[in-house]
């Protein structure tokens, strides 16, 4: 029989317990990756779909440029997980990424079905090309608004499913229950009644994103602060490969203002860069040039900023359809035009961290090392992107790997049916001292990295540690530890990591080396 326990609202005598029928799934995280996995398990089972702020902020309302997959008769998985091997630089799991690309045809198919619209031209779908790829595969919607329409998509699907979803915004996840038959729960600080509560299931998803917003320049929305990576660490779990970041190379350069991104798909319809000095050059350098993958566009950019001494380059598009352009891309376009940029003619931009290639490692069903312990979407780490992610995988990975994820739960009805209740108690703040992580991290572990740089991080990123020892912390400094743990991981493999490859490039080791095609793995020694 089907049994499981919700226990909400502190102070612990106050708590409610409901008794339910069916398997409770705890989803951590409302981006495509929680929310599609949320839809998969819905019918089978009861979720819980946490989520710290509203349900439409993530990174993935924030997307662009598209999702890929191959949809037309003249491409080919074979040739999708050929692109995708070559941008992952040897550390790509090739059985992941047959999976992803093998079953990402199947994932849109169904999408499409249940409603989802991308765009259409003469009755097809309108595909584009990205950077790494070498044939137009990436479906999009509203132009550039593919994030925002899939997530409203999917939020719409949530909706339809309730009450066998039951969402909880504002709950903010601090830490994970984790007991000898594996983690049984989280509990979250509640931003409406400003208390902690308790919540239990039979199987935790963690679907809470990356770690961009550590950086001071990055395209990533302020959630994305790598608490699911820091939760998991902390209860045991493994991390891999996270000195891979990547960097989009071009995201608007303003001084004082947000690194908004400019999609790879602008560079695909044709887009040049040229350094300040009027130079193009990634032509002639490189064979894709400026559709080279974004470790080598985003380096190079680097590099001129350096040369010519300035903070941006130029995207230039005065040779391209100016109609083009704006139906295209509506809302860079409008981003421009608000802020006194012309985009049928150039933007200035720099790189910026986007996207976190490492993660909680997971297998193919996402399963972590922990039991009733998942992972999903851009917080974890199946192998599948190697050492740096070929554009437009990541919103697939969500589908693909959540349909794996809910799969694997409901192949079993393995319950949980005794939970211990565990104290838990908000305490004091610690007081903030005059510390910039964001920077450290741009400047110590950004695109160019090197030994004596980033050891004064960690030692740096240590100090601060040894302040957020207490476990009664406050809701403040809960997140203040996370984000160091989550920051400390990254400085940690990057510091073991003594080569240059994909994602993470060092300039005291800037030769891929051959002894190094393996994982850097961190793990909390108990
Ligand atoms: C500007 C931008 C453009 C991009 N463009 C593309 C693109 O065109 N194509 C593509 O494939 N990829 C793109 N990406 C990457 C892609 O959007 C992400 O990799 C993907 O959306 C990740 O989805 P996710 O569900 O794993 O995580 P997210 O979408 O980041 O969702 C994480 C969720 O977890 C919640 N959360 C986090 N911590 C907690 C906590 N402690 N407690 C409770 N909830 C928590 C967050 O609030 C959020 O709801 C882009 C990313 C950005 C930032």
């Given at each position: 029989m089907y049994c499981a326990w919700l226990a909400v609202s502190l102070?612990?005598?106050?708590y409610t317990i409901m008794a339910l029928r069916k398997k409770t799934c705890i989803v951590v995280g409302s981006g495509l990756a929680g929310l599609y996995t949320a839809c998969m398990l819905a019918k089978h089972s009861k979720v819980l779909l946490l989520t710290?702020?509203?349900?439409?902020?993530?990174n993935s309302f924030h997307a662009q440029g598209g999702i890929a997959a191959v949809t037309e008769d003249d491409d080919s998985p074979l040739e999708h997980f050929d692109d995708t091997v070559e941008a992952g630089r040897g550390l790509c799991d090739e059985e992941a990424v047959k999976v992803l690309t093998e079953e990402a045809p199947a994932r849109i198919e169904e999408v499409i079905d249940w409603g989802m619209k991308f765009d259409t031209r003469n009755g097809h779908l309108e595909l584009g090309l990205e950077g790494?790829?070498?044939?137009?595969?990436i479906l999009h919607a509203g132009g550039d608004a593919t994030g925002k329409n899939i997530t409203l998509f999917m939020i719409g699907q949530v909706l339809k499913r309730q009450p066998d979803i039951q969402i909880l915004s504002?709950?903010?996840?601090?830490k994970l229950l984790v007991d000898k038959e594996g983690c049984k729960g989280v509990v979250c600080y509640n931003h409406k009644h400003h208390s902690p509560d308790f919540i239990y299931g039979d199987e935790v998803i963690l679907a809470?994103?990356?770690?961009?917003?550590?950086?001071?320049?990055?395209?990533?929305?302020?959630?994305?602060?790598g608490s699911g990576i820091a939760m998991a660490y902390e209860a045991g779990a493994e991390i891999r490969d996270m000195e891979f970041i990547q960097f989009h190379p071009t995201a608007v350069y303003m001084e004082g203002k947000e690194a908004f991104l400019v999609s790879e798909a602008v560079r695909g319809e044709g887009a040049r860069l040229y350094n300040i000095n009027g130079e193009r050059f990634m032509y002639g350098k490189?064979?894709?040039?400026?559709?080279?993958?974004r470790d080598v566009v985003a380096r190079q950019i680097f590099l001129e900023m350096r040369k010519t001494k300035s903070p941006y380059v130029n995207l230039t598009l005065?040779?391209?359809d100016s109609e083009m352009i704006r139906h295209r891309f509506p809302n860079i376009f409008k981003y421009c035009a608000d802020n006194g940029i012309d985009m049928t003619q150039r933007i200035p931009v720099a790189p910026a961290a986007h996207y976190?290639?490492?993660?909680i490692t997971t297998d193919l069903r996402g399963r972590?090392?922990?039991?009733h312990l998942y992972a999903v979407g851009e917080?974890?780490?199946?192998?599948?992107?190697?050492?740096n992610r070929l554009a437009s995988n990541s919103l697939i990975e969500c589908l693909v790997f959540g349909k794996r994820v809910a799969d694997d739960i409901l192949r079993?009805?393995?319950?949980?049916n005794e939970y211990a209740y565990n104290s838990f108690e908000l305490g004091k703040e610690i007081e903030q001292p005059d510390f910039d992580l964001g920077k450290l991290l741009m400047e110590n572990a950004g695109i160019i990295r090197c030994e004596e740089e980033l050891q004064q991080a960690l030692d740096a990123i240590d100090n601060q540690l040894e302040?957020?020892?207490?476990?009664?912390?406050s809701l403040l400094s809960w997140r203040e530890k996370h984000k160091l743990t989550a920051a400390k991981i990254i400085v940690a493999s990057a510091l073991q990591r003594k080569e240059s490859r994909g994602g993470h490039y060092r300039s005291d080791y800037p030769k891929q080396q051959d002894e190094w095609q393996k994982h850097t793995v961190v793990k909390k020694e108990k």
């Open positions: 102070p612990q005598e106050k710290k702020e509203d349900i439409d902020e993530s790494g790829h070498h044939h137009h595969r504002n709950e903010e996840a601090l809470t994103g990356g770690v961009g917003a550590l950086f001071s320049r990055t395209t990533n929305p302020p959630t994305a602060t490189y064979p894709l040039a400026e559709l080279e993958p005065d040779h391209l976190t290639v490492g993660g972590t090392n922990i039991a917080v974890a780490s199946t192998g599948l992107m190697g050492a079993n009805d393995d319950m949980r302040r957020y020892k207490a476990e009664d912390l």
